[in-house]
């Protein structure tokens, strides 16, 4: 389920200092990720969908600008090993 951002931001500050690193090993949306970028944290998502991946991206694409000049492709398979 999508956690919502407001909550993960909570979350992040409360155990975190600016400059940490969170790490988030199944990132699905990347809500983690994205609420550690905006509280200054830094960040490492791991997911193996690639749907996901390319949803992150677009999602951080939209948010704070990341992404920007790489092509997103949606459909499954993008990252076949």
């Known amino acids: 389920a999508l956690m919502p951002l407001e909550l993960a931001k909570f979350f992040v500050n409360y155990l975190t200092r600016e400059g940490d690193l969170v790490v988030d090993p199944f990132a699905g949306w990347g809500t983690v990720g994205l609420a550690a970028e905006l509280c200054q944290r830094r960040w490492l998502l791991t997911e193996k969908m690639a749907e996901y991946v390319a949803a992150q ?17 949606l459909q499954p398979g993008l990252f076949r090993p």
């Open 57 to 73: 991206a677009l999602r951080f694409r939209k948010a704070v600008g990341f992404f920007s000049s790489v092509p997103i492709d």
